[in-house]
Nanobody, 117 residues
Framework: QVQLVESGGGLVQPGGSLRLSCAASGSFFSIDVMGWYRQAPGKLREPVAQITSGGTTYYADSVKGRFTISRDNAKNTVYRQMTSLKPDDTAVYYC???????????WGQGTQVTVSS
């Protein structure tokens, strides 16, 4: 089992920044892929960014140039720096990990990010 604990969400004004983190713990040898999804009210959950153990990253077009994903393999923690936030970024953000790279096996509980003036 893997437990994921997310932190860093909150309320921010448009144009502001936030940094989210997600720490994984439990019984596993290594984590291949760590990623972030988000779900806005009335919308489907969508991928935001992901990073492999080797550092290869993926970003959704809607966040390219504004969000940066990184990870600390020694701490089994993934981070996401969000800048130039827009009201459309308002959503519950979920951390997810894939132990083997084939699919996301475990999900965090979600953290709310609200972008509003």
């Amino acid at each position: 089992q893997v437990q994921l604990v997310e932190s860093g969400g909150g309320l921010v004004q448009p144009g502001g920044s936030l940094r989210l983190s997600c720490a994984a713990s439990g019984s596993f040898f290594s984590i291949d892929v760590m990623g972030w999804y988000r779900q806005a009210p009335g919308k489907l959950r969508e991928p935001v960014a992901q990073i492999t153990s080797g550092g290869t990253t993926y970003y959704a077009d809607s966040v390219k140039g504004r969000f940066t994903i990184s990870r600390d393999n020694a701490k089994n923690t993934v981070y996401r720096q969000m800048t130039s936030l827009k009201p459309d970024d308002t959503a519950v953000y979920y951390c997810a990990v894939s132990l083997t790279g084939s699919q996301y096996d475990y999900w965090g509980q979600g953290t709310q990010v609200t972008v509003s003036s």
